[in-house]
């Protein structure tokens, strides 16, 4: 979506991948290198296809939301576009235990959420702003205040608030780790340990992510 030239060319890919995941699930003629691939790791690892059809609804959301008025709008869109590839990955990691999908609902939401103030900027350079409406309004802040690039008491307020919502969900997806599954779950792991970083980071630059 953010690379495509335009908005229509950007739905026009979308639809393809959309018709793509179709043909890798029904049966049909993949036409893609990516949709070829995928056809055998389906079948072998038992790929639950909703996960890409939701991953798929979620970038979609990109085309159609610039802005979420509350948290639950913006959750959604979290764990469309993050919890899914939690889901996706499960059975190619060998986790089976049901209690996975809890963890990995929640690793994603975590992960999604430190991207989102890790790339306030970015994503205002692009016309969006991922953090709550709602939320910005309580803390006293403003999109012109955003754009500004500093870090007002105001806006570090804010930036916590996300974070301490992210760390949140980093300890239930810990709570959540399906006992024994461990060993299946290190590549999650590792990637929750970088974006933990992440956000540790940001904290210790006292919530400045306009300056690199």
Same mark, same amino acid.
Request: net charge neutral; aromatic share 8%.
């Given at each position: 979506v953010d690379e495509a030239p335009d908005s229509a060319e950007a739905a026009r890919q979308l639809a393809f991948w959309r018709d793509e995941i179709a043909r890798v699930f029904d049966g049909g003629t993949a036409q893609s290198p990516q949709g070829q691939a995928l056809v055998p790791v389906a079948r072998q690892f038992d790929l639950p296809r909703r996960s890409f059809d939701d991953l798929i609804d979620g970038v979609q959301m990109d085309l159609d939301h610039r802005r979420y008025e509350t948290? /639950? /709008?913006l959750r959604e869109y979290c764990w469309r576009v993050a919890?899914?590839?939690g889901l996706i990955c499960l059975n190619i990691f060998g986790c089976r235990h049901p209690g996975g999908r /809890?963890?990995?609902m929640n690793l994603g939401l975590a992960l999604q959420l !430190?991207?989102?103030v890790r790339d306030?900027? !970015?994503d205002l350079d692009h016309g969006r702003i991922y953090l709550p409406q709602d939320? &910005? *309004?309580r803390f006293g802040c403003t999109e012109q205040n955003l754009a500004a690039g500093l870090v007002t008491p105001q806006i570090r307020a804010l930036l916590q608030h996300q974070l !301490? *919502?992210?760390r949140a969900y980093y300890d239930q997806a810990a709570a959540a780790m399906p006992a024994g599954e461990a060993?299946? &779950?290190v590549a999650a792991e590792i990637m929750g340990a970088i974006y933990f970083a992440i956000l540790r980071r940001i904290e210790g630059r006292g919530y400045d992510v306009f300056h690199e």
């Open positions: 948290f /639950d /709008d919890s899914t590839v /809890d963890y990995a !430190t991207n989102i306030v900027k !970015t939320e &910005l *309004r !301490t *919502r992210a060993r299946h &779950l």
